[in-house]
């Protein structure tokens, strides 16, 4: 793969170690939209952020490196803060 390419999916280093928190705010957004009506708000939250937790924890072993890296390093850990905003 050609740098240009590569550069083009992953702005920066931090996106290439983070890449796996990228689809979390979907994941959220989807199980806070697929929730019932009659569901009170914290109940809606709380399944949403056990969807996200089920997505995240698929790959316990990568996901515990990633994480470990992430709380090592300041400039991954600030941009998972950015993309945590976001979401």
Request: aromatic share 10%; charged share 25%.
């Amino acid at each position: 793969m050609s740098r240009s390419t590569f550069v083009r999916y992953f702005g920066t280093k931090e996106d290439v170690v983070l890449f796996v928190f990228d689809p979390v705010g979907d994941v959220i957004a989807g199980a806070i939209d697929a929730e019932q009506a009659d569901q009170d708000d914290w109940g809606r939250v709380r399944n949403a952020l056990e969807s996200a937790v089920t997505y995240l924890v698929r790959d316990v072993p990568n996901l515990a490196t990633i994480l470990g890296l992430v709380d090592q390093t300041p400039a991954p850990c600030a941009r998972l803060r950015e993309k945590q905003t976001v979401w």
